[in-house]
């Protein structure tokens, strides 16, 4: 069964103070490793998709990397905008109906 | 402009009432989703639908049905057999097979 955990559950920083998210994960067979992000009340923003262990993508303070068992997405410098919730989720290569499986999400609280 | 809309963005229901959440896509995209989300659960895949008219279920679809007519349109019914329906309904489109999953605002359903 494929699994997804994140951590921290919640992370409180100081706005310019940089930091990473974690996303540890178990899949049959990688297809892609996707984040999101999602603020209250709202549907989640799609962010980065990675396919193959040593892939990195950036957008603007964002960058997220893979390896074969977990990634990251550090925020650099972040900013009070940058607070929400980040979720990951992973899609394997024989998923039935492409089925995204997530984690629980970390939740960024940004203060100026 | 081009989007995944749902209404509405609130919801109330009675015990014993059905309730039918609407999710319209102008993308142009074949595949459909929705999922439900739970405070500090990740997201659960209710059902899919690759192609019109044809849908599967996912991995909570008891309590729920789907019907696919137009491309454009995947509504979702939650019928009275759903034992605990208040939750954050999120519908999802895709160009096909395998590609990112994009998101719409959601529905807040909450039963009285």
């Known amino acids: 069964e494929d699994q997804v955990t994140q951590s921290p559950e919640a992370l409180r920083l100081q706005e310019g103070e940089s930091s990473s998210l974690n996303c540890s994960y178990t899949?049959?067979?990688?297809?892609?490793l996707f984040w999101y992000r999602q603020d209250p009340g709202k549907g989640p923003e799609f962010l980065f998709t990675?396919?193959?262990a040593g892939e990195e993508k950036e957008k603007e303070r964002l960058k997220a990397t893979l390896t074969k068992k977990e990634s990251f997405l550090h925020i650099t410098a972040p900013k009070p905008e940058d607070s929400a919730t980040y979720l990951c989720?992973?899609?394997?290569?024989?998923?039935?109906?492409?089925?995204?499986?997530f984690g629980g999400g970390t939740r960024v609280l940004v203060k100026p | 402009d081009g989007g995944i809309t749902q209404s509405p963005k609130y919801l109330f229901r009675k015990e014993g009432q059905n309730v039918t959440l609407s999710c319209e896509q102008n993308?142009?995209?074949?595949?459909m989703y929705w999922y439900r989300q739970d405070p500090g659960q990740g997201l659960r895949l209710i059902y899919y639908?690759?192609?019109?008219?044809?849908?599967q279920k996912g991995d909570i679809a008891e309590g729920y049905s789907v019907s696919r007519e137009k491309k454009e349109s995947f509504p979702l019914t939650v019928t009275s057999a759903q034992k605990n329906p208040t939750a954050f309904y999120l519908c999802?489109?895709?160009?096909?097979?395998?590609?990112?999953?994009?998101f719409g605002p959601g529905t807040r359903l909450t039963v009285l």
């Open positions: 990675l396919y193959s």
């Open positions: 999802a489109s895709s160009p096909g097979q395998g590609d990112t999953q994009y």
């Open positions: 993308l142009n995209h074949d595949a």
């Open positions: 989720a992973v899609q394997a290569a024989r998923a039935a109906g492409n089925k995204l499986t």
């Open positions: 639908s690759q192609i019109v008219n044809d849908f």
């Open positions: 899949v049959s067979g990688l297809r892609g």
